[in-house]
């Protein structure tokens, strides 16, 4: 878990001050929209369809139990009674008032959390593996290096002012579950003879003009990785377009580039830094953060416990949900937990004040106080022993947190859409609670397996549609929603941009076409094991096609 | 970052709406140029008494953020290309929110 030392308490008060001066200059009318919009959004705060909305940055997703108070404080008292996860691992509130908003701040502060660098064209969160740390197919805990890289990229003065926002993931597992290839900077964890370094990836991103990274460089051992990420960042803030915001991100220079002459640029940069230049990473330093993020006390246990085998026989529902929600631990005994945020024909993503409030309890309780927010907006304590587990279920499931469905297919991303937001074109929500409820039976929602629905209601991408298995993005036709189907996304380590398979259609089609696609999935498939995404890739998205438009 | 609005027609009834600086909350015009938060309320204008409402909001905008035109009916109902957006904009999100499924 990060610290703030004395320097970063003092920064994010003086910040908290100087917003607040700035919000009384606002209210007062001294400075008016056009002067203060740039300064709120410096501070997470949106205008959105309704009211302000505040972001507030989870770095990495990594909470503990008195942050999560703290966001359930804040739902509770200044917004109402809830929060929304988002897929960069944050928290939106979207009813808070802006007179009530440093007031916000000043809480957030209290326990080491801002709304800082959440908007504008800076460095945002960085993201990273929400099962870091226990996951038993990681290399080392990524969250080390995801913490340096935070320290390093707030308040840079060289990369405040950046062509378009950026946004960096890093993840130390074989199996991308930060979709680090549709990030502006994705950085995988590798070891090479004994040094641990990045492979890097540059110019992925989603919006309107999806890109899958590509690799600029294999290795760049760790000492170095700062020094790297800076001359990747000169090379973008000096060519980055900033006449054309639709072409300002690393992906259109990347491309436009090349990855090829883009990678010479970077080396270049890299090459010229003078000595004083370089970012003199002490190994004390590296050592001193690693330090934070320490493995917690566990137990020696078995592998396997009698308790937990027990209740798992005595309670179907709880055995259903332990075989779909838990995540392999790299230690016996123990595993990781999804919290789904996916209830049918609830809203993705959201947890109430008091949901809040059940999670840090248990967090503190049973999980060595560790809590992940995740890039698909669900929740995870990482380290629960098999032994509690039961313990664990039953109060998640009294707060209604026990929704057996991580990874299915009701499990969607969902963007807050036309329903919240003031860029979208049509809703999400709603479209995604009706998909649900077509496959709300458990036994035919595990017969589809594996599956994501991303669903976006705009071409900002912020539903992640184009990585979704299937992807639905919302489009206005002439003030009537519509909707655009596409197939054979996907975000991790294979990443790819989905297909748009035909004309949009009407809202009320959408769950039908759904269905028609998991349909013909089902039919197609060569066994139970053939995933849905490997299916589509063996067979193309023609029989998906002609299966929802051969009647026209 | 906006949605973009579509130009009216002078003769279009509309009014002006915007958001309260201090809450946020969504505000219309009546027609005595006064804010109200209930869409029962709002004035109708056309023609030059609406670009005359629009300039006067803009002088007010300490108290409230952003105004412009909304489309609405002689009736002052919510009308136009922005019908979804405005009815949502004015009634809240379409799905229940803040409570446990």
């Known amino acids: ?552 | 970052m906006t949605s973009v609005r579509p130009k009216l027609k002078p003769e279009t009834p509309k009014t002006v709406t915007a958001w309260e600086t201090a809450t946020g909350n969504v505000v219309w015009l009546r027609a005595d140029q006064t804010w109200t938060q209930d869409l029962e309320e709002i004035g109708v204008f056309t023609g030059e008494a609406a670009e005359a409402a629009l300039a006067a909001a803009k002088t007010q905008e300490g108290s409230i953020t952003d105004p412009y035109f909304m489309e609405v009916t002689a009736d002052g109902e919510v009308a136009g290309r922005e019908t979804l957006r405005e009815s949502i904009r004015a009634n809240g999100p379409t799905v229940p929110y803040g409570v446990i499924i």
């Open chain 1, 1 to 552: 878990m990060y610290r703030y030392d004395e320097f970063d308490a003092k920064i994010v008060k003086d910040r908290v001050d100087q917003f607040r001066g700035q919000v009384e200059r606002r209210l007062s009318g001294e400075i008016l929209e056009d002067e203060f919009k740039p300064l709120r959004l410096q501070n997470g705060v949106y205008l959105q369809l309704h009211a302000y909305m505040l972001r507030v940055a989870i770095p990495y997703g990594q909470l503990n139990a008195a942050r999560m108070r703290k966001l359930s404080k804040i739902a509770r008292d200044y917004d109402r009674g809830y929060g929304h996860m988002t897929t960069r691992q944050n928290i939106q509130y979207n009813w808070v008032a802006l007179k009530d908003i440093p007031d916000v701040l000043e809480e957030l502060a209290e326990v080491e959390m801002h709304a800082i660098q959440t908007s504008g064209n800076c460095i945002r969160n960085v993201t990273s593996d929400h099962f870091a740390g226990a996951t038993k197919d990681e290399i080392m805990d990524p969250r080390p290096w995801c913490e340096i890289i935070r320290q390093w990229s707030t308040f840079h003065p060289e990369f405040a002012f950046l062509p378009r926002k950026f946004k960096i993931a890093v993840t130390a597992a074989e199996h991308d579950r930060a979709a680090i290839r549709v990030h502006d900077i994705g950085l995988h964890m590798r070891q090479r003879d004994g040094v641990v370094g990045f492979e890097v990836h540059v110019g992925g991103g989603q919006g309107r003009t999806p890109i899958i990274a590509a690799m600029v460089n294999e290795f760049v051992p760790e000492s170095e990785i700062l020094d790297y990420l800076e001359a990747i960042m000169r090379v973008y803030n000096r060519f980055g377009r900033r006449d054309n915001k639709y072409k300002a991100r690393i992906k259109i220079l990347v491309t436009e580039t090349g990855p090829e002459e883009f990678t010479r640029l970077v080396e270049a940069e890299y090459a010229a830094q003078q000595a004083s230049e370089k970012i003199a990473l002490l190994q004390a330093e590296i050592d001193r953060i690693h330090a934070y993020f320490a493995p917690p006390a566990f137990e020696d246990k078995a592998e396997t416990s009698d308790a937990f085998e027990r209740a798992k026989a005595a309670d179907p529902a709880f055995a259903n949900w332990a075989k779909i929600n838990l995540h392999p631990h790299k230690q016996p005994g123990y595993t990781s937990i999804t919290i789904s945020l996916k209830p049918i024909a609830g809203l993705a993503g959201d947890a109430t004040d008091s949901q809040m409030a059940v999670m840090a309890h248990l967090a503190e309780t049973y999980a060595f106080d560790d809590i992940r927010v995740t890039h698909a907006q669900n929740v995870v304590l990482p380290h629960v022993a098999l032994d509690d587990l039961y313990t664990v279920y039953r109060e998640l499931d009294a707060a209604g947190l026990a929704t057996a469905n991580e990874s299915l297919i009701t499990d969607m991303i969902v963007c807050p859409g036309l329903d919240y937001c003031n860029l979208a074109n049509a809703r999400s929500i709603p479209v995604g609670q009706e998909i649900q409820k077509v496959f709300s039976d458990p036994a035919y929602e595990q017969d589809i397996g594996k599956l994501h629905i991303n669903i976006s209601g705009c071409i900002n991408a912020c539903g992640h549609h184009h990585v979704g298995h299937i992807g639905i993005l919302g489009v206005d036709r002439k003030g009537e929603e519509y909707y655009q189907i596409s197939l054979g996304g996907r975000a991790d380590e294979k990443a790819a941009v989905g297909q748009i398979i035909g004309k949009a259609l009407r809202h009320e089609e959408v769950p039908g076409a759904v269905k028609t696609i998991v349909d013909t999935y089902r039919d197609l498939r060569t066994s139970a094991d053939e995933k849905f995404i490997d299916a589509v890739e063996r067979v193309g998205v023609e029989p998906f096609q002609e299966a929802i438009y051969a009647s026209e």
